[in-house]
DNA sequence: TGAAAGCGGAGACAGGATCTCCGTTCAGCG
DNA sequence: CGCTGAACGGAGATCCTGTCTCCGCTTTCA
């Protein structure tokens, strides 16, 4: 049988790793997480094998929330509206996590995000495709340009964290307002090729 | 008199610095350069007292280049036209240059970039009021989104290095496009304080 | 040609993070 | 209650990584 106070031991550890992953990134240890627990870091290794094992059980739930994003936007009937949505919503999660947002970027844990990686890559495709088609998009854009928009995101995410959580909208919005049909001259390079859909979203991943 | 070879080697290392820190960064340590140059560690600390010392060194001309963009930009006399060629040289110069670009956004030396900024900061808020002024761009643009677009295309740059020498023009084309006047609504968030420009561009920097 | 300057790189040192160990505490059964 | 073993806490062992030093060996050049 398990004790009473171990298994409460065990959903605060979990809450810190949530709170402290969200603030500071996985640049944290698991000391700051047990402290911020009130808790002794021998108890946090009683409960998890490593640091590894805890940041997964808190991000499984997180990276999950984005891969029902892109299910509910393609709900959205507007092609336009509905890629916003996805926008904004995932936009909107990562801004207030920083540990989700290290993991999409491929600065976290690699293997949880590879598990829910190829869902949401297929559900944002099928997003774009529809609002493309739909004229919504300028005629120069491609998928990828999705995936390369998130990663120029990273920044306005830091910097709303560090001036006003709502910061990161105003560069959503100049980012989006550049995706609409135009008569812009056409864009001066092509899109990166399909195939580097995991580099563009790796970068900033240290690669002495 | 110092021995020609000691001179020689003194070169060798500020080269093999530059080429070591534009293509990883300043995670590279003292040993990688010492070994790019084809010497030994100790060579290297005879010549610098630090790693800190032959950055500055190295750095000292790429920042200073940026500035020199700047002022020749002010020469254009279209004011968008101006504006488009400091960002165009600007940029070139960072996604060549990891280095360059982590000092920029003050995740390199802080002294270098301290020595460096008043100057940058002066002569893009020209470059900016002018262009305003002008109606080249959208009346809801604010200065500091210039510096902001810098530390959004941080990310691009990084592509560039990983996928195509070339990909960040297309960001950056598509986020200039976005500064236009346009019958777009207005940005639904105002800019961030000016008083906030130092830290925007100190975006990414560990603040544990 | 020999002495002084320079070289090289193993390893001393420092900082920082992960994880272990064991004396102490306390939940919960009898 | 009182006992007992599961759970706790946190000091510190261990590992890793990067900076910098030290000193036996090599090279330059008067």
Redesign the pocket.
Known sequence: ??????VR?RERLVDAAREVFAEHGF?A???DIARHA??????A???FP??RAIAAEVLREATEQIAVDAREALEVEDPWDALVQFFERTGARQAADRGLYETLTGQGDDEVQARIWPEIVAAVTELFNRAYRAGAIRPDAAVQDIAAIFALLGPAFEMSRAIDPNLWRRYLALLLDALRPANQPDLPVGPPPVESLDLILRVGKRNL
């Open positions: 049988m398990t004790r009473r106070d171990s031991n640049g240890t698991l000391d009130g808790l002794g870091t021998g108890t290794y009683r409960n490593n640091k």
